[in-house]
């Protein structure tokens, strides 16, 4: 005897009016098409989450947080590498806008989406074989001038489509500026190293000491490759136009870095080193200062306090941490010395917020201030070398024009990174260059195929609003921190200054993020269902269904759905004369499934507040 | 005469999923015993009951309707939403008709007509007939300790006749038999009868629980505890019913955690083996009954000292559990500090973590 089924005996199992046959799983009660009780409909959207929003290069950091979270890392790490070549670099070195964009930071902490990349990273970099591979081969050859994250990236994306990729770099050594600027404390050589080696395992050839403009010509680019992708970056460094800048021992903080990082400095330090200038690279300076012998090593900025200056504010607590001094408010005016810098010349100084002349100004009348130092290091940005270019494609801020596709004119080629984006309100970070390679490469790739260019101005709902979320199911979580090597330790050592989680953390991290706006199938519409009419054939993202000849729309999955991808959309207007009562008491389940095939569409009606 | 071994279904408990940061629901078994079509309206609170009632209790089982909405609403036209054996009884012998399915099975099984495993036998009755009509018949089968769960699903009235008042409407609580007017303002005069205590108390070898649809696993797995106890259980699941309370339909989940967390519906355990209460259920936080309140309709003509009632109320509960007040819950109980319903939103300010 079963247990399963209502008996119903055989003369009732016919449908006729009034009558209906047992109920299934799979069907429900076909008699009863509730559906058409219902005025507004849920619908399964899934929305941008900020922080992929945010990211330069736009991983699916929601989606790989949530692989973690399961434990599955391996398609994690590949999903990260859709988007981003070497998680391991920018696990290390990012500038996390995504952490600041993070909805949780709102709630208690941030996710520590870097930290956990570095995790996905460094899993990547331990497999023996990479899970991505070349593309099949196009025929089609592209030139790729220099190797810093954008030309790293637009490579990487178009050896993945097909073609046959050379990269030419003028340095003895590949990687740019994660190389030649980024110091070994915070990425160490060795992984920088495993990533250009993936390149070379994806059939990418890698000319190093090949500079454009000396060793190739614009013209020999033109002929010898159907495309050609221009990621100089910035490569000569800004002065601060003080008398006796030419004194030795005055040094700048681009060329400073960068002989570390290619192995080549012969650089050595005297006790008292000034660094000027209140940014990110300024830091690095005072931080590889103390490494480099220095004593005492005075930051002097522009800016009137910590909070003005353009820098991540956790590394300059680390700096602070390994006794390095602020001065704020100050230029620098002259260096003083005989033959060799021994003082700075410092005088008032203030941010005028004037965009065009200089937007510094300094209080010249003010009393002088003389600063004994040994060296001065000079870290106030940088900018282009572009003598070989074509005036044509240069513009006003000195860097390359492009229009909105990153293409120079109607030409074949692009420019990528640093180099277009200086000066065009983009923070200047690796991600953003690698984001820039990216769509390049892609935009590249269509040009070549003949096919439309898109703008990149898709419109995005980006979920931000944690009321649109339901936070009762998110219990307060303090972040997984990071350790750091003790301060005293770090001084005088090229060691890693920040650790990377266990496992364990790792999870435990990736298991904070709330999935802002996009279905982790938590299963809990599933579950309130008072008809219940969602069905989920699989337990999936996507697989998530609403029976529509059965929501009465009450809502409640909206409400009580964790992350917000559930929304409300009006489903008739009742004076538009659609007679909702003719299939209340449909005999046949066609009927009411036809209509619901047209109330599908309804679907891309704006979402209404409700 | 040679023994026969009654096989028991033993459900796992499912794991909760708020540990940790994330949320995540546990694996749920696949199959449906409740299907959609069923006529009950909108967001009915006493359906979502239904629904996770009877995931929790899977195929095997068989249920009992004694009259009400989930047998009206569910059942006109001789069709139902149950893919499992279900029988409707008249709402007053809800409990003497579970009690003979249960009988009916164990007599079966020893005359070896039935094989395989005992069924979960569960009677889904409303608090009608649980708390009035049908109270000495589910007491007796409790008494008995046949081997069944038998649920209140509390929707604090007689709904399905059209919201008449019972003896679990609250205190407060508008309905077409406690209409407020101008002798008796706040509509019904009576605090709530104590039924889950009185099955409790009166019962011991049963186990008892109260639960809430607002704590879905929470409630999903009382159900199979009640289920693999060896005896009678009884379960008493808060379930709001949108007609009768007047509210937004999307809120049934978000009321059912209010209601908890406003001390308004204790939830506890009663242990039969160690014949003692387990309070340790603590809510989230703890807030002023007037968050509860003003969500419904029914609340709506309530004036400062009813609302302070209710406060009273439960503050007893929340000191029956153990736990401490915070001091603007008191004072929330003195109508003088809620002169209307402005000033109860001071008292909001206050949702507290325990
Ligand atoms: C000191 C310093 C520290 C930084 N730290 C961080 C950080 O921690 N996190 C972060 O997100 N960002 C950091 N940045 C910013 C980040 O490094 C840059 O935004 C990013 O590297 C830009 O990438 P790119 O590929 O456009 O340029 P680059 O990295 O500058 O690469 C350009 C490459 O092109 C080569 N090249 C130039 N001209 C030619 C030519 N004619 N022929 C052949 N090759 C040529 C160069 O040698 C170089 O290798 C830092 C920058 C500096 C200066
Ligand atoms: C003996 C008897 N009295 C009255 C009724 C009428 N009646 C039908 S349903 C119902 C309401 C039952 O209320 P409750 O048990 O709380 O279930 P709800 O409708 O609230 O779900 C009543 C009073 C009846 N069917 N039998
Ligand atoms: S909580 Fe998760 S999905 Fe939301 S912004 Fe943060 S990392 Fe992204
Ligand atoms: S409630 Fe959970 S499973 Fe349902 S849509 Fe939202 S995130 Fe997905
Ligand atoms: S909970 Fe169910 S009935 Fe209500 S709106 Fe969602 S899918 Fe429809
Ligand atoms: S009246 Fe209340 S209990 Fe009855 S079907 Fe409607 S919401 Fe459910
Ligand atoms: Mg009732």
């Not at chain 1, 004037?354 to 940005?381: H, L, M, W, Y």
């Not at chain 2, 008494?143 to 709904?159: G, V």
């Amino acid at each position: 005897m079963s247990t399963k089924g209502t008996r119903i005996p055989d003369w009732l199992t016919v449908p006729f009016a009034g009558i209906t046959p047992a109920p299934s799983q799979e069907k429900g009660q076909d008699l009863f098409p509730t559906g058409n009780w219902r005025s507004i409909r849920p619908v399964y959207r899934d929305k941008l989450p900020p922080c992929n929003n945010a990211c330069g290069t736009n991983e699916k950091i929601q989606g790989y947080l949530d692989l973690v979270k399961r434990g599955k890392y391996l398609d994690a790490y590949a999903l990260i590498k859709e988007d981003m070549p070497f998680p391991s670099v920018t696990g290390r070195v990012c500038y996390h806008p995504c952490e600041q964009a993070c909805n949780r930071g709102q709630y208690d902490e941030a996710i520590s989406i870097r930290a956990v990349e570095r995790f996905l990273g460094d899993l990547g970099q331990a497999l023996t074989h990479d899970v991505v591979k070349a593309g099949k081969p196009n025929g089609k050859k592209v030139a790729v001038v220099g190797s810093g994250p954008a030309g790293h990236s637009a490579a990487y994306q178009l050896a993945r489509l097909g073609y046959k990729v050379t990269i030419l770099e003028k340095s003895p050594k590949a990687g740019g500026l994660n190389r030649g600027g980024i110091p070994d404390w915070v990425l160490p050589q060795d992984v920088l190293d495993r990533e250009i080696e993936r390149l070379v395992e994806l059939g990418i050839t890698i000319k190093t000491n090949c500079e454009v403009g000396k060793d190739v010509s614009w013209d020999e680019l033109k002929k010898n490759y159907d495309a050609c992708v221009l990621a100089v970056g910035l490569t000569e460094p800004n002065s601060v136009r003080a008398e006796g800048e030419n004194k030795a021992g005055v040094l700048y903080g681009l060329p400073f870095l960068r002989d570390i990082g290619m192995g080549t400095s012969k650089v050595k330090l005297g006790p008292r080193v000034a660094v000027i200038g209140g940014g990110n690279t300024a830091i690095d300076c005072a931080r590889e200062a103390l490494r480099q012998g220095a004593v005492e090593v005075t930051m002097i900025t522009v800016e009137a306090n910590p909070k003005e200056m353009p820098a991540v504010p956790e590394d300059l607590h680390d700096m602070v941490e390994e006794g390095v001094d602020l001065m704020h408010g100050r230029a620098v005016t002259a260096v003083l010395g005989n033959g060799k810098v021994e003082a700075l010349q410092l005088h008032p100084a203030r941010f005028s917020g004037a965009i065009n002349a200089s937007p510094i100004t300094v209080d010249k009348d003010a009393p002088a201030q003389r600063f004994a130092v040994d060296n001065v290091i000079i870290a106030v940005g940088q900018h282009a070398s572009l003598a070989w270019l074509p005036a044509e494609f240069k513009n006003e801020r000195g860097t390359i024009k492009i229009d909105r596709f990153g293409r120079l004119g109607d030409t074949k080629f692009f420019a990528a990174g640093d180099i277009v984006q200086l000066g065009s309100g983009q923070p200047l970070m690796v991600v953003n260059a690698v984001g820039d390679g990216k769509r390049v490469a892609f935009n590249l790739d269509k040009v070549l195929r003949g096919e439309a260019l898109q703008p990149r101005t898709i419109p995005i709902d980006v979920i931000v609003d944690l009321n649109r979320m339901n936070m009762t199911y998110f219990p307060h979580f303090p972040r997984v921190q990071q350790t750091l090597l003790p301060p005293v330790s770090r001084r005088r050592t090229q060691d890693e200054v920040i650790q990377a989680l266990t496992e364990e953390q790792a999870v435990e991290e990736a298991s904070r993020c709330f999935s802002c706006g996009t279905c982790n199938a938590c299963d809990n519409c599933y579950l309130v269902c008072p008809e219940p009419c969602i069905a989920r054939p699989e337990r999936s993202n996507g697989l998530y269904k609403i029976l529509v000849d059965y929501c009465k729309g009450c809502r409640v999955c909206i409400e009580e759905c964790p992350t917000g991808c559930l929304e409300g959309v009006p489903e008739l207007d009742f004076d538009t004369g659609v007679v909702r009562m003719d299939t209340a008491f449909a005999i046949s389940p066609g009927l009411h499934g036809r209509q619901a095939e047209e109330l599908r569409k309804l679907g891309d009606r704006p979402a209404k507040n409700i | 005469m040679a023994t026969i071994e009654v096989q028991r279904q033993i459900l796992p408990i499912l794991g909760s999923p708020n540990q940790g940061a994330r949320f995540y629901n546990p694996e749920l078994p696949s199959s449906e015993p409740f299907v959609p079509g069923h006529r009950t309206c909108a967001g009915c609170g006493p359906s979502i009951q239904y629904r996770m009632t009877s995931k929790a209790a899977g195929d095997n089982t068989i249920l009992v309707g004694p009259t009400g909405c989930m047998y009206v609403a569910n059942s006109s036209y001789l069709c139902t939403p149950y893919n499992v054996p279900w029988a409707h009884t008249q709402i007053g012998s809800a409990g003497s008709f579970t009690a003979g399915v249960a009988a009916a099975y164990e007599a079966m099984i020893r005359k070896g007509k039935w094989k395989g495993e005992f069924p979960n036998i569960i009677c889904e009755a409303g608090d009608g007939s649980a708390s009035d009509i049908g109270l000495a018949s589910i007491s007796g089968a409790l008494y008995r300790n046949h081997d069944c769960l038998i649920i209140c699903y509390d929707n604090e009235q007689y709904a399905n006749t059209g919201i008449q008042a019972s003896s679990r409407t609250p205190y407060g609580g508008m309905t077409t038999f406690s209409p407020p007017g101008p002798l008796v303002p706040e509509g019904k005069k009576l605090f709530p009868k104590d039924l889950a205590r009185m099955m409790a108390a009166g019962h011991p070898h049963c186990y008892v629980a109260t639960a809430s649809v607002g704590y879905p696993i929470d409630l999903m797995n009382k159900v199979r505890k009640g289920l693999n106890h060896k005896g009678a259980a009884y379960l008493m699941v808060y379930t709001p019913c949108q007609k009768g309370f007047v509210y937004e339909t999307p809120r049934s989940i978000d009321l059912g955690r209010l209601v908890v967390e406003c001390g308004l519906y204790p939830m506890w355990e009663w242990n039969p083996e160690k014949r003692a209460y387990d309070y340790s259920f603590r809510p989230a936080s703890m807030r002023p009954v007037s968050e509860y309140l003003k969500l419904q309709g029914r609340f709506g003509h309530l004036h400062a000292e009813h609302i302070a009632s209710l406060q009273k109320f439960a503050n007893e509960q929340w000191r029956m559990l153990g736990v401490q007040l915070p001091e603007a819950l008191i004072q929330a109980a003195d109508a003088k500090n809620l002169v209307n319903m402005a000033s109860a939103a001071q008292a909001e300010a206050v949702a507290q973590t325990i």
